[in-house]
């Protein structure tokens, strides 16, 4: 069995979880404090590809990074190279997909943070950085790793954005998910059912690791 | 040494207006959501005022006129918050090093640990502590960080009377021996009574010139520290063309006071233990509406005879009165000028 496929699928989600995740604590925790009017519309368009159609974002991302896309264009002109069709371009249509589940969780979990230690640290004369990483961060762990893991189980199960931007090339671009609809296509259930199953047990895993944080979350964390 | 604040900052349904100066221990007295703990907070530099100047012991923290706004980290203010504010993730040494800034760094959170008797815990965690341990190691790392100024946000109010009392005199203590500016916030006159040498009241968002804390208690001149001095009986007044005499129109009645009326008196405040049923001067004749059994006495709310509708004057006296009078008696009251208490 060739296991380019799970090999592929971890790779994209992993580095697209560790772009979301700077990007999701950054844009969380500066959104936080803009004024209200602002703060919700730039919550809306973060939140946007939660609820837009995969294929509408991949779409979208064709559209920019395509041969005639304005970004496309560029890097064609400066490298002579393309990222449709490339496993890259599946990392940035999972960065897209996952980044609005990072941002909502992070952020719930800053907004529900006491403020007061933020506050503490200051007065005590702790630098933003410190107060940032060492405070914030640390006790709002539970949610940020919550994040993280559903960040990483929606990277590993994308299909929509990323079959439109990526193809299915076996050996190149092929993921779990698109390897499952090709195997389909091609009536090779038994080897279809494998590919289930290994999604199942991962999905499985994801889950049984959230429940596990909540539950921590719950107990009051620090022992 | 001195913290000077002229500050105004406005808030969703009003403006804070807040000015006072202190050289010592000051309480700043005030209903809750009177702007108190904003004002605390615009110290630190947590809080942005809208305009104003804060100074401390010499240095410029705010001023808007010359854009300055000195960032919370430099100010060095110790801020104790109402629930402490222990960084759960670190131990209680942790907790204390951090806020650390000089060197010896073990020298000193030796003798803090041994100054707040938290040696034993120094390396749990602040969940795993009682609430009176907390505030103790809250004051540590606040000393830690050798602040000129020490800012109480309503330091025992989330306790019960009886952890209370202790908490109480550990900050009394700790006050007196590192000899720095503090400003308390609190509802309770006798906590600010107990802790404080001098007052400033905060009445709807406006505060009132800085009292020295006996003045306050013994001879309030403005409506809000009657209020907070524990006067039960504040009357609208009116100046009359006798200079000791006040005319107070919702229970119709004139009474002599010993001081004489300003043009800006706007009420006086009448002591409910202050009254007497014996013949003196200031003679007021009432109908009893109502009486109280109180655990050490008896309240008795009596009307005017001929008062406006729903004013009622509040007498605090023995419980043998409860035997002598019944609802719907007339009775006269009397008090002397000199407790008549003219309030701007």
Known sequence: MDWFPLYNSIRIAAIATVITFFFGIFLAYYIAKLPRMIKGVLDCILTLPLVLPPTVIGFFILKSIGKNGSVGKMLMQLFNTKITMTWYASVIAVIIVTFPLMYRTVRSSFEAFDKNLIYAGKTLGLSNTFVFWKILIPNCKDGILAGIVLSFARGLGEYGATSMVSGYTPGRTATISTTVYQLWREGNDALAYKWVFINVVISFVVLVSLNLLEKKAKNGGHK | MSLIVHIRKRLHNFELISDFETDG?????????????????????IEKPDSGYIELNGRVLYDSSKHINIQPQKRNVGYLFQNYALFPNMTVKKNILVAMKAENKTEKLNSLLDEFYIRDIQDKYPG?????????????????????????DEPFSALDNFIRWKLEMTVADTIKKFGVISVMVTHDRDEAYRNCEAVCIINDGKSEPVLEIHKMMGQPNTIGAARISGCKNIFEAEKTNDKNVIFLPKLNIYLKSAE??????????????YFSFEVTENKIDCVVERLVEDVFGAIIMLKPINAEEGNLIRVDTDKNMLEKLSAGDNISIYIKPVDVLLLK
């Open chain 2, 128 to 152: 795993e502590i009682s609430g009176g341990q907390q505030q103790r190691v809250a004051l540590a790392r606040i000393l830690a960080s050798e602040p000129e100024v020490i800012l109480l």
């Open chain 2, 260 to 273: 004489n009326a300003e043009e800006d008196i706007k009420a006086v405040g009448l002591r409910s233990h």
């Open chain 2, 25 to 45: 221990q000051l309480a700043l007295l005030g209903a809750s959501g009177s702007g108190k703990s904003m004002t605390l907070k615009c110290i630190a530099g």
